[in-house]
């Protein structure tokens, strides 16, 4: 966990000196979504040959299918009330 936290404030540093070359943030972007592809292909992979995650994949899917749904809806909520909140002018 500490080796997460040291090359997570690595990379902030990292960032604080390069932010304005547009060319080293437009590589770290490209670089960036190459890794989570691949992060994605690999959890994919992994989830394909675990045979418990296949067999009870329609009942796992209707969970995750309504957890989403919910997390969603919350996001949206909270984004409204705040907006509400924070951002609308009042009226007189």
Do not use: H, P
């Amino acid at each position: 966990m500490f080796e997460i936290l040291i090359i997570m404030f690595a990379g902030m540093a990292l960032g604080l000196i390069v932010k304005n070359q547009k060319t080293i943030l437009a590589f770290t972007e490209r670089l960036t979504m190459v890794a989570i592809y691949l992060l994605l292909f690999l959890l994919g992979q992994s989830v394909a040959g675990n045979d418990k995650v296949i067999s009870n994949f329609a009942y796992i899917g209707w969970q995750s299918f309504l957890l989403t749904l919910c997390c969603i809806a919350g996001s949206v909520i909270c984004s409204y009330l705040l907006y509400i909140f924070l951002f609308k002018e009042k009226e007189d």
